[in-house]
């Protein structure tokens, strides 16, 4: 082996990476069965604490299209073109 360890030694390891791909890709699964209503960021993956960041942002834009939509009747589509030209901000 290049780095000095046995395949044996190696089966461990690959065992380990194998079963936190299977726990990373399982979160959202597991919190929905727990019952965890409360995210800890800390305990979140990268992908994870990207979409929490930008949770806020897009409650407040869907808060904004619901409101332009309400206001002037406008299809989703044309409220969306609008909110993107900057138009209802």
């Given at each position: 082996m290049?780095?000095g360890?046995?395949?044996?030694a190696?089966?461990?390891?690959?065992?380990s990476e194998?079963f936190l791909?299977?726990?990373?890709?399982?979160?959202?699964?597991?919190?929905k069965?727990?019952?965890?209503?409360?995210?800890?960021?800390?305990?979140?993956?990268?992908?994870?604490?990207?979409q929490?960041?930008d949770f806020?942002?897009?409650?407040?834009t869907?808060?904004v299209?619901?409101?332009?939509?309400?206001?002037?009747?406008?299809?989703?589509?044309?409220?969306?073109?609008?909110?993107a030209?900057?138009?209802?901000?």
């Open positions: 290049a780095d360890r046995s395949a044996a190696k089966v461990p390891q690959q065992a194998a791909v299977a726990v990373k890709r399982s979160k959202s699964v597991i919190r069965a727990v019952g965890a209503r409360v995210l800890d960021p800390k305990m979140l993956t990268a992908a994870e604490e990207l929490y960041e806020p942002r897009r409650q407040q869907n808060r299209l619901r409101s332009s939509r309400r206001a002037t009747g406008a299809t989703v589509p044309c409220a969306l073109r609008q909110l030209d900057g138009g209802m901000a």
